[in-house]
């Protein structure tokens, strides 16, 4: 009774509906179990290679670590939260919050594996929080739908059979025409096929969702064709996705294909479920401008993340930098200008430049300087 009573409360008081809240929920524990994941997989990770051969150099000792397999546990149970999410809220409310996870990422590392977490990091987090609530309030109410039949009907009404068609045919022109010549060069490519097959993807796991929801309520879907072409579709989908966002990971860096890949797919699947279910339709231009604000405050959060992750990342990764065999052994050029960067961008400077510069620092830290320093010695 009293359960009831304030889910009452809860509705009258924001304006959702029951199960936008029931979506909501969903969708902000999918991203709590998501973002832990990562930390826990990292730890087992972590673990396995101290005892046996790192993962990031082939070896697969992570799969005897308890601790890796509980991550991965608890990203399937987030990924099934996700799922269930959608068939109660609309996509424009769930997929948004996918940024949620990032943040819960970022609070542990530094919280359980120390990691550093940069002023501005903290900013994007907040930026995040300030976009997601925004989007919550004024998304816009969940469509009543009685059977998937009704979900068929609205996937082949010529809007959104148009925006399928032109989907199909640009992802089709990038994998045979681009990816071939500038998959290892352009990011947008394999990005792109990702991004273009996910708003598909979520617009179909959205049909199955209301199908198993409706299923369970005692109003059986599994006996109409069309949800098992749903199932179909989610799988193609799916596993088309997964094979190109493995080759823009493998290729580029994760710090830059993660934000371009969660702003090409959020936008496209806003679009997707726009035009399919409508959701516009049931709204005022001032709550669709608002939802759009608050969109851009999530990218500009999550940009803002992941470039600081970026930033910290290089400065640690300066320290192991390796000279190349034909520098001098000082590694510096003539007249104390630099050659040339090196990889994370330390200029090398000229053994005839100021006197005393150090050369590297010793294995205890202790800075070893130039034989031609005014004592004649390695002075510390």
């Given at each position: 009774m009293g359960g009831?009573?304030?889910?009452h409360w809860v509705v009258s008081y924001t304006g959702m509906s029951a199960d936008n809240i029931k979506g909501l929920l969903l969708a902000v524990s999918s991203s709590l179990f998501i973002g832990a994941?990562?930390?826990?997989?990292?730890?087992?990770?972590?673990?396995?290679g101290a005892s046996g051969v790192r993962a990031g150099v082939g070896g697969y000792s992570y799969l005897l670590e308890p601790l890796w397999w509980i991550g991965m546990i608890t990203m399937v149970v987030g990924e099934i939260a996700n799922f269930a999410a959608y068939a109660f809220a609309p996509a424009i409310l769930v997929t948004p919050l996918g940024a949620l996870s990032i943040i819960i990422s970022a609070v542990l590392a530094r919280i359980i594996l120390r990691e550093k977490l940069h002023i501005f990091g903290v900013l994007g987090c907040i930026l995040c929080v300030v976009g997601s609530t925004t989007i919550v309030l004024h998304a816009p109410q969940e469509r009543?739908?009685?059977?998937?039949?009704?979900v068929w009907n609205l996937a082949t009404e010529p809007a959104f059979l148009v925006y399928a068609a032109v989907v199909l045919a640009a992802a089709f022109v990038l994998i045979f025409h681009y990816v071939p010549k500038y998959g290892q060069t352009h990011i947008m490519v394999y990005i792109g096929v990702c991004s273009l097959f996910g708003s598909l993807s979520v617009m179909s796991v959205k049909a199955l969702?209301?199908?198993?929801?409706?299923?369970?309520?005692?109003?059986?879907?599994?006996?109409?064709?069309?949800t098992w072409v749903f199932v179909l579709v989610v799988v193609a989908c799916i596993v088309t996705q997964m094979n190109y966002l493995n080759k823009a990971l493998d290729t580029f860096n994760t710090a830059v294909v993660s934000p371009i890949y969660y702003t090409m797919f959020t936008s496209l699947t806003i679009l997707a479920s726009v035009i399919m279910f409508k959701d516009w339709d049931r709204q005022n231009p001032t709550q669709i401008v608002t939802e759009m604000c608050?969109?851009?405050?999530?990218?500009?959060?999550?940009?803002l993340?992941?470039?600081?992750?970026?930033?910290?990342?290089?400065l640690q990764q300066c320290l192991p930098i390796r000279i190349p065999k034909h520098a001098d052994e000082d590694a510096y050029g003539s007249e104390?200008?630099?050659?040339r960067s090196a990889a994370e961008g330390i200029p090398l400077r000229s053994p005839r430049s100021t006197e005393g510069i150090p050369l590297r620092s010793?294995?205890?830290?202790?800075p070893l300087r130039s034989q031609r320093s005014s004592t004649g010695s390695l002075n510390p």
């Amino acid at each position: 009774m009293g359960g009831a009573r304030l889910g009452h409360w809860v509705v009258s008081y924001t304006g959702m509906s029951a199960d936008n809240i029931k979506g909501l929920l969903l969708a902000v524990s999918s991203s709590l179990f998501i973002g832990a994941s990562f930390i826990v997989k990292k730890k087992g990770l972590k673990k396995a290679g101290a005892s046996g051969v790192r993962a990031g150099v082939g070896g697969y000792s992570y799969l005897l670590e308890p601790l890796w397999w509980i991550g991965m546990i608890t990203m399937v149970v987030g990924e099934i939260a996700n799922f269930a999410a959608y068939a109660f809220a609309p996509a424009i409310l769930v997929t948004p919050l996918g940024a949620l996870s990032i943040i819960i990422s970022a609070v542990l590392a530094r919280i359980i594996l120390r990691e550093k977490l940069h002023i501005f990091g903290v900013l994007g987090c907040i930026l995040c929080v300030v976009g997601s609530t925004t989007i919550v309030l004024h998304a816009p109410q969940e469509r009543e739908i009685e059977s998937v039949a009704e979900v068929w009907n609205l996937a082949t009404e010529p809007a959104f059979l148009v925006y399928a068609a032109v989907v199909l045919a640009a992802a089709f022109v990038l994998i045979f025409h681009y990816v071939p010549k500038y998959g290892q060069t352009h990011i947008m490519v394999y990005i792109g096929v990702c991004s273009l097959f996910g708003s598909l993807s979520v617009m179909s796991v959205k049909a199955l969702g209301i199908a198993l929801k409706l299923t369970f309520s005692g109003m059986n879907q599994l006996v109409y064709p069309q949800t098992w072409v749903f199932v179909l579709v989610v799988v193609a989908c799916i596993v088309t996705q997964m094979n190109y966002l493995n080759k823009a990971l493998d290729t580029f860096n994760t710090a830059v294909v993660s934000p371009i890949y969660y702003t090409m797919f959020t936008s496209l699947t806003i679009l997707a479920s726009v035009i399919m279910f409508k959701d516009w339709d049931r709204q005022n231009p001032t709550q669709i401008v608002t939802e759009m604000c608050g969109f851009v405050t999530i990218l500009s959060g999550t940009f803002l993340l992941h470039k600081t992750k970026d930033m910290v990342d290089g400065l640690q990764q300066c320290l192991p930098i390796r000279i190349p065999k034909h520098a001098d052994e000082d590694a510096y050029g003539s007249e104390g200008i630099p050659l040339r960067s090196a990889a994370e961008g330390i200029p090398l400077r000229s053994p005839r430049s100021t006197e005393g510069i150090p050369l590297r620092s010793a294995p205890d830290g202790i800075p070893l300087r130039s034989q031609r320093s005014s004592t004649g010695s390695l002075n510390p």
